[in-house]
């Protein structure tokens, strides 16, 4: 499954070996604002035009400007005509509940764009997810299990949406579990992509081929490499 996104997230961990360079820094608090959709601090925001300051009176144009990315990248993929896009659900994407984070983080940022009437609410999860150290596994084994799909997906052409991709278990889960129900996922959009080295841009254009999980952090990796 090929993924598209726009920063280079260099994770926490790797920053602990090698610090993080200051571009870096912007991807990260840019990544940080798509995600959580609350301001916290002054970064720049790099665009092919130049960097642009994010402050609180101008702080709406980052998610914005990832619903652009997420336009731009369909019409260059031609995966615009009758496509579903599928949040991943955060963690509060629970059966039952009226809405979740990353659904209204694509909302947001596909207000009034022509792709705004394809956001499709299709994905949820059965229950409450244990975190990691209460015992909740992170496979993609795992999520696909917890995972519920609405059966109007059947026939219909699927763009996942993330905010951050890491080892990628969540989408390929969602993958499965839409191909099971028997939608075509033609790929995904994030912002981010979780980096443990400089290899990869802070922002750009950028793209990765995603088939199987992805190796997470490991120490050794923090000053040279996702």
Same mark, same amino acid.
């Given at each position: 499954?090929? /993924?598209? +996104?726009?920063?280079?997230?260099?994770?926490?961990?790797?920053?602990?070996?090698?610090?993080?360079?200051?571009?870096?820094? !912007?991807?990260? +608090?840019?990544?940080?604002?798509?995600?959580? %959709?609350?301001?916290?601090? =002054?970064?720049?925001?790099?665009?092919? =035009?130049?960097?642009?300051?994010?402050?609180?009176?101008?702080? $709406?144009? /980052?998610?914005?400007?990832?619903? !652009?990315?997420?336009?731009?990248?369909?019409?260059?993929?031609?995966?615009?005509?009758?496509?579903?896009?599928?949040?991943?659900?955060?963690?509060?994407?629970?059966?039952?509940?009226?809405?979740?984070?990353?659904?209204?983080?694509?909302? $947001?940022?596909?207000?009034?764009?022509?792709?705004?009437?394809?956001? +499709?609410?299709?994905?949820?999860?059965?229950?409450?997810?244990?975190?990691?150290?209460?015992?909740? %596994?992170?496979?993609?084994? +795992?999520?696909?299990?917890?995972?519920?799909?609405?059966?109007?997906?059947?026939?219909?052409?699927? /763009?996942?949406?993330?905010? /951050?991709?890491?080892?990628? =278990?969540?989408?390929?889960?969602?993958?499965?579990?839409?191909?099971?129900?028997?939608?075509?996922?033609? %790929?995904?959009?994030?912002?981010?992509?979780?980096?443990?080295?400089?290899?990869?841009?802070?922002?750009?254009?950028?793209?990765?081929?995603?088939?199987?999980?992805?190796?997470?952090?490991? %120490?050794?990796?923090?000053?040279?490499?996702?």
């Amino acid at each position: 499954m090929k /993924v598209h +996104f726009i920063c280079g997230y260099y994770s926490d961990l790797a920053h602990t070996s090698k610090k993080r360079p200051e571009d870096y820094w !912007d991807a990260y +608090f840019y990544v940080w604002a798509v995600k959580v %959709g609350k301001f916290r601090r =002054s970064f720049f925001a790099h665009k092919p =035009s130049g960097k642009i300051r994010i402050n609180r009176g101008n702080f $709406e144009l /980052v998610r914005q400007w990832f619903g !652009d990315f997420i336009v731009h990248t369909l019409k260059t993929e031609n995966e615009t005509d009758d496509v579903l896009l599928i949040p991943v659900p955060s963690k509060d994407g629970v059966v039952g509940e009226k809405t979740f984070r990353t659904l209204e983080m694509v909302r $947001e940022a596909l207000s009034k764009k022509p792709l705004e009437a394809c956001i +499709f609410d299709g994905i949820r999860w059965k229950m409450k997810l244990q975190a990691a150290h209460e015992g909740g %596994g992170r496979s993609r084994a +795992f999520w696909r299990d917890q995972m519920v799909v609405d059966p109007a997906v059947e026939g219909r052409s699927v /763009v996942l949406i993330d905010d /951050v991709l890491s080892t990628g =278990s969540t989408l390929l889960a969602a993958r499965d579990a839409l191909t099971a129900a028997g939608a075509t996922v033609l %790929g995904a959009v994030t912002c981010g992509r979780t980096i443990y080295d400089l290899a990869t841009k802070p922002f750009g254009l950028q793209e990765i081929w995603v088939e199987n999980e992805l190796s997470d952090y490991s %120490g050794n990796r923090g000053a040279s490499q996702d």
